[in-house]
């Protein structure tokens, strides 16, 4: 496959992911209104290591574990931050 050809695939795959982290964000604004109307923090630690853990097993390489927590880490922290943000607006 020519170099060309495989970038048109990552540039279709990255248009994917675009719309699943934005779906997702949308999710945990959602989220993040429930939380608030039932008094419940934003940070859930034990949420976030039953994520962790289950990318982790799920993960079927090239990428080692490790790799894919970080990733997993700065999406469940852009999360976090919506759901404050969210939480913030509704207040004023």
């Given amino acids: 496959m020519e ?18 982290f934005n779906e997702r964000a949308r999710l945990a604004l959602e989220i993040g209104h429930a939380k608030k109307e039932l008094g419940l923090a934003v940070f859930d630690p034990a949420r976030e290591k039953r994520i962790f853990n289950r990318m982790k097993e799920d993960n079927p390489g090239p990428l080692d574990d490790d790799a894919i927590i970080r990733m997993f ?10 759901e404050r943000i969210m939480s913030h607006k509704e207040e004023i």
Wanted: proline fraction near 0%; charge should be neutral; aromatic fraction near 0%.
């Fill in 73 to 82: 880490e700065r999406v469940v922290d852009e999360s976090r931050r919506l």
């Fill in 3 to 20: 170099i060309g050809e495989i970038r048109k695939r990552i540039d279709l795959l990255d248009d994917v992911l675009l719309r699943i």
